[in-house]
Structures are given as structure tokens and as C-alpha cells.
């Protein structure tokens, strides 16, 4: 059984850019969760995917964009990135589209100067 | 909206000891998760919590679901140098599909 993948693990872009963060779920898990962790602080929600369609968002702005492939691999795309944005960005596995028993990824790195 | 109060912020420990630490939320949840992170990794489950009341070990972690569903603690019994980092609960309301996090307990070692 695999765990949750996340790529690429760093990443900078500068300010105005746009970037892509990719997720491979855990095996025989349909659910996708997202959340920002700044330096020193928890996580939190950004969105969730649950069989190809958003399940609920947290509070952030629409440039922050998401997908969910048949496979239940998942795409976060933050458009005009802001230097806010620096962060770790964690993707989060489950089954069955709720909050509960989330097992997260190494999380992907992101820098923007 | 929902907010998670984790005491203490951070905390020193010496081999051996026990440590504790705690959450609570201002809403109910309907389960409470703990996760350790560690510098530049994703969080990692080490208990999770469905009913109030519930108490859960795993080996020498124990952590409880209160009574009320708006507080949770964990326990770290006989610690040891690889206890080292910040641990966090997490709760997921009734009909909700996110977790929402703690602050963080930062556990350090005795200098």
C-alpha cells in the first residue's frame, strides 16, 4: 500500500507567476484535502475533492484552483502568486468525502520572491 | 468560525518524564485527531478519536475524547529523545470535510 505522494517536494517562482502542485492519494482512498501551513502555525483548509468535484473550500481567494483526476490524483493551481503565499502546501488522503482520518503527504515547499 | 486553543505552545522534556497537552474549541466536533510533525515533513496520524468519552492508546501515547466534544488530550508517557517535535490536534465538525488545526505544542529536549 502506497502513502500520499506530493510533487515537487520545492519549488520558487516570483511574484505574478502561476505554479502547480500535484497529489497522488493514498491506495483505495477517493478524497482529496488541501491546506496552506505557514511558518509556524497548523494548517489550513484550503478546499477538498471528493470523486472529481469540490467537497467544500476554506477560506481563500478563486485564484486558488483545483482538480481531481478519475484516478484521485489531484491538482492545486494558485494563479498571480503573491509573496503571502509562501508556504507549505500539504495534500491530505481519506475515503468517503468527510473530515475524518486525513493522512497527509511530505507536502510541497514553496517559495515566492 | 471554529477555533482549536492547544496548550502549551511549547514545552522542554527530559527523558523519562510524562508530558501532556490539550485542545479545545469554542464548537463540537464529531472526531479529534493528533498528528506529529517534523521539520520539513508532512504531519504523521498517531491517534484518532470518533466518540466522546473514547480513550485510545498507541503504545505510549494516550489520547481522550472529552465528554462535551469540545476538548482533547494527549499524553506522551516515559518520553525519549525522538518525542522531539511539534505535535497537533485536529478536529472535524458534525457533517464537515475539513480539519481544523491547533496551533501547535513544539516539544523540545532539556538542555
Known amino acids: 500500500e502506497t502513502g500520499v505522494t506530493q510533487s515537487p517536494t520545492h519549488l520558487i517562482k516570483t511574484r505574478g507567476q502561476q505554479v502547480t502542485l500535484r497529489c497522488s492519494s493514498q491506495?483505495?482512498?477517493?478524497?482529496v484535502s488541501w491546506y496552506q501551513q505557514a511558518l509556524g502555525q497548523g494548517p489550513q483548509f484550503i478546499f477538498q475533492y471528493y470523486r472529481e468535484e469540490e467537497n467544500g473550500r476554506g477560506n481563500f481567494p478563486p485564484r486558488f484552483s483545483g482538480l481531481q483526476f478519475p484516478n484521485y490524483s489531484s491538482e492545486l493551481n494558485v494563479n498571480a502568486l503573491e509573496l503571502d503565499d509562501s508556504a507549505l502546501y500539504l495534500c491530505a488522503s481519506s475515503l468517503g468525502g468527510k473530515g475524518e482520518t486525513q493522512y497527509f503527504g511530505p507536502g510541497t515547499r514553496l517559495l515566492v520572491l | 468560525g471554529q477555533q482549536l486553543n492547544q496548550s502549551p505552545q511549547s514545552m522542554f522534556i527530559q527523558e523519562g518524564e510524562d508530558v501532556s497537552m490539550n485542545c479545545t474549541s469554542s464548537?463540537?466536533?464529531?472526531?479529534w485527531l493528533w498528528y506529529k510533525q517534523d521539520p520539513g515533513e508532512g504531519p504523521v496520524l498517531l491517534i484518532a478519536l470518533y466518540k466522546a468519552g473514547e480513550l485510545t492508546s498507541n503504545g505510549r501515547l494516550t489520547a481522550q475524547f472529552g465528554i462535551t466534544r469540545k476538548d482533547s488530550f494527549l499524553n506522551i508517557s516515559a518520553s525519549i529523545p525522538s518525542d522531539v517535535g511539534i505535535y497537533f490536534c485536529?478536529?472535524?465538525?458534525?457533517?464537515?470535510?475539513?480539519?481544523?488545526f491547533g496551533g501547535g505544542t513544539r516539544v523540545l529536549v532539556k538542555p
Open positions: 491506495s483505495g482512498h477517493n478524497t
Open positions: 485536529a478536529g472535524s465538525a458534525p457533517a464537515g470535510n475539513k480539519l481544523t
Open positions: 464548537s463540537i466536533f464529531n472526531t
